[in-house]
């Protein structure tokens, strides 16, 4: 294993004292790349599988420093006022972040060993022991680096870490299997249940996921289903019905552990700016109160174990 603590992970971010990706005290590390083209993605940063330059206008004081020190010819003075050319591709050197004064600029993406990433995991290990906490793989989607994701967390398993994934569930079945092997527990998106509807909202068909989904039940892997819920999208009594009547066969095995509802959110609608992106969530999907009730009482009458989780 010494070998493969060398291998390296590209990331965009490590999350210590998470409590909401998995039960107790965790560390998540934010895998960057990612298969899908979610409307409402709230990680637009761990989207690409390459460095990218966030650059906030509003602190930018427009001294044209980072235009001396970039190697790409990424940044430019146009009229006094500071561009990012978009389609020249960031190295990740952090340059022109460290040459500027208001920290108008940050780099998403870190090349990390694994040996480097598990240092920084073990670090609260005793909150892990206090707290039934451990390490969770999130993204962009952690399964787009397989053999990164495997590696990752076959070291944390030797060292006695709980282990999780949050995935989309977007790849290959024997990618998915070889890294099961070291999961304790999936968080599993569903975002709709009709392969169509699905293309539209994240750029690809539902088929693979769902195949993937039926494999990890019925092979006893430890799994919470989670859904994004977002007015006029997917909460819906069709669109429930639908998911339940695909999770009855499993709602009594032990490892089905119930459905995660995760009301829409706008925690990352500033990194789309920073990133000069257009979000393309135009109306407001937020679900009320109410609603949410709604649903959970849904699935709760097909006998399925059911939690809201709130950022």
Sequence with gaps: MEENTQKTVLISNIQKFNMYDGPGVRTIVFFKGCPL?????ANPESIRAGYQVLYSKDLCNHCGNCVHVCPKNIHSMEG???????????????????????RAIEISGKQKTIGELLQVIKEDAMFYEMSGGGLTLSGGECTMQSTACR???????????NTAIETSGFTKPERMLEIAKYVDFFLYDIKHMDPVRHKELTGVSNDLILQNLK?????????????????GINDDAREIQAVVNFLKPYKDKPNFQGIHLLPYHRLGVNKYQQLEQVYQVVEDPSISPEEIGQIETWIRAAEIKVKTIRH
Excluded: Q, Y
């Design 37 to 41: 083209r979610c409307k409402w993605c």
């Design 80 to 102: 006094g006022k500071h561009k990012v050319k978009r389609n020249n591709d960031c190295i990740g050197c952090r340059s022109c972040a460290d040459a500027c004064p208001p």
């Design 151 to 161: 590696d990752l967390l076959k070291a944390s398993k030797e060292e006695g870490i």
């Design 215 to 231: 494999e990890l039940l019925h092979r006893g892997c430890n799994l919470t289903v989670r859904m994004p819920i977002l007015k």
